[in-house]
Structures are given as structure tokens and as C-alpha cells.
């Protein structure tokens, strides 16, 4: 039965081709193109509003070199959105629960911005490693330190956003499943149960749409430690 419950994260295939590919590309479909004409749809006014007040947020702490990553900052988040809310209907698959996908996000863009401090800003980007005030015993155990955390970066932002989805997808097929096996024998406790299943899907929506936030909003923050 366990064995079962993890099947879902699977990656599905027909025809022995991997479908992660359709499920990657299907969420840019459904986005509403904008038109040239002056007035467009409430659908493409609140996409335009919200993206413009995300991008003024997530840009307003960066200094003018790191706003050209607004584009690309802003397109992840609403991909990264628009995947993990597809991924709570019935019968879809979510890839973001995939290691491999999150890792192949998180490493390159981390990546990029260290090589952008490096290149920029040499001195200060490794003045990072050693915080202002240090005493000299202390400086080759806090560069090892801060080393390490540096590389860890990119991990923790791939095994966040795989934890929390893989988490919350695994908790609602257990209680789901525990309400059909509750309802036969005492309805009651199945209807409670099916509440709590209720509110526990409003809640994964929400952490679908903050995890995604959490992912930009710390890649925002690494660009400005670089620019």
C-alpha cells in the first residue's frame, strides 16, 4: 500500500516516451496572449496587474544591473505557480516534485549569480566568505563555513520546493484514502475526515503558490549579495 502512495510522484510515460515534457509545456498554453489592441479582457488586465506588482516587488530591493533578471525571475515564478496549481487537480502529474527538475532550475541560476559577483564585484563577493570583525583563529573555520553554506544553496532550494509539494500531495492521498475506507463503516468520521481533507487542500494551494514565491524570492536575494 505504501509502495502505492509514492507511485504518484512517478514520472509518467506512453509508449515508453516520458510525458514530463507535455506537463512542462501545457501550463504556457493556458496564459491568456496579450493583444495589441487598447482594451483587453479582465482576464489579460488582472495577468498584467499581478505580474507588474510582482516584478516591482521583487526588483525593488536590486540596484539598476539586477533588473535586467526581471523577465526571467517573473516568468519562473508564474511557471513554477501555474505547475504546482495544475498538479493539485485529479489525475495530473506534478513535476515539480521531481528532484532532477527542481536541481536543473536552482543549481544554473545560482550559478549564474555567483559568476556575476565574481566577475563584478570579485572583492566583495568574496568578502562574503569572511564576515567584517573576525578573529584571527576564527577565519579558516568561517570561510570553511561560509563555503559550504555557499554550495548548499542551491540544494536547499531544490529539496525545499520537492519536500513541501512531495509532502503535501503524499498527506492528502493518505486522508483522502481514509476517508473511503471511513465511510462505509462510520460516516461520521469520514465527513470530519473529508473537512480536514478540505482544509488541507486549501492550505497545499497556498503552499503551491508560496513555495514558488519562496524559490524566485531567494534567488532574488542571492543576486543582490553579487550586484
Known sequence: MMVSFFDQFASPSFLGIPLIAIAIALPWVLFPTPS??????????IQAWFI?????QLMMPLN???HKWALMLTSLMVFLITINML?????????TTQLS?????AVPLWLATVIIGMRNQPTVALGHLL?????????????????????????????????NLTAGH?????????????????????ILTAAVLFLLT???????????YVFVLLLSLYMQENV
Do not use: D
Open 36 to 45: 495589441s489592441r487598447w482594451m483587453n479582457s479582465r482576464l489579460t488586465t
Open 52 to 56: 507588474n506588482r510582482f516584478t516591482n
Open 64 to 66: 539598476i544591473g539586477g
Open 87 to 95: 498538479g493539485l487537480l485529479p489525475y495530473t502529474f506534478t513535476p
Open 101 to 105: 527538475l527542481n536541481m536543473g532550475l
Open 131 to 163: 564576515p567584517e570583525g573576525t578573529p584571527i583563529p576564527l577565519i579558516p573555520v568561517l570561510i570553511i563555513i561560509e563555503t559550504i553554506s555557499l554550495f548548499i544553496r542551491p540544494l536547499a532550494l531544490g529539496v525545499r520546493l520537492t519536500a
Open 170 to 190: 503524499l498527506l492528502i492521498q493518505l486522508i483522502a484514502t481514509a476517508v473511503f475506507v471511513l465511510l462505509p463503516m462510520m460516516p461520521t468520521v469520514a
Open 202 to 212: 486549501l492550505l497545499e494551494v497556498a503552499v503551491a503558490m508560496i513555495q514558488a
